[in-house]
């Protein structure tokens, strides 16, 4: 699970050093107003030759995603390759992103670490749930442990839950009780459960507590029972069409939605579950954004992967 720190240009700021945060007070103020909904890409990093970020790459995918209608971006999730970042490197693409992003525009960011201390030293800077030692994080271990980071956070916090990365979801009970935090103000959920979706939408109506779906290939499933909207890392590739799937459900056109979301399906688990990050950079290259090779040790496709991934945009309509 990854807990995300979130920024709106509208809103108050102020300024610490370089880096641009709420102050606890309006954060905490300010989450109970705050919208999440809408449609995010969870942005790629680029990287040059010699594996350093290249910023003038992310720039310009930047400017290209600001012509979709996104809610807002998240960086240093999983398909930013943030584990093969250091410290400062997120803190500087954090930078950057926010420096690009249009004023009406969120911006979440990933700032989880292993221990509690250090995530909340990262948070403070700019979070995946601890997983290292999944047998002992349980409810009681992940309430603690979030309870001190919202507590800490200059900004409001989402958590994300990701079993597929960390071979463990955080706990529904955990989750309704997290709700309850005046600086926690939502789930990105991953794993695909939709009567887990539902029923957190559900047991949280009481609460200002948004849930998101985690991929675009079961977005419209998670709209039926309650999201308000998804991170998607299709989106880095089919933005457009994923923020129509959003506009269709929203409006209750789903015999649209569902012909859509239905063509959706196979792209994203090939650039997700199926071959991953090195997919998705290369489908982001056909459609004319900067993916670029991976961060090694993370291998690039051979060309059986790249037949394979090419069939699955192809066959569905979309190259």
Known sequence: MLCVRLWRALTPLCRTGHCTVWTRTQSHKA??????????????????AKE???????EENLQKYAKIPFKGLVVQGSNGEYPYLTEEEQVEVVRAVRRSLPADKLLMAGSGCESTRATVRLTENLVVTPCFYKAKMGSCALIQHYTKVADSSPVPVVLYSVPANT???????AVVQLAQHPNIVGLKDSGGDITRIGLIVHKTKMQDFQ???????????????????????????LGGELCELERLCVSGRWEEARVLQQRLIEP?????RKLGVPALKQAMEWFGFHGGACRSPMQPLTE?????LRQDFSSNGWL
């Open 304 to 308: 059986a992967e790249t037949q394979q």
């Open 268 to 272: 994203n688990t090939t650039v997700t």
């Open 167 to 173: 071979g463990m979801e955080v706990p529904t009970d």
């Open 31 to 48: 989450a109970a107003r705050l919208d999440l909904a809408g449609i995010y890409p969870p942005i790629a990093t680029p990287f040059t």
């Open 52 to 58: 350093d970020v290249d910023f003038q790459k992310l």
């Open 211 to 237: 849930v998101l779906a985690g991929s675009a290939g079961f977005l419209m499933a998670a709209y039926c029972v309650g999201a308000v909207g998804g991170v998607c890392a299709l989106a880095n590739v």
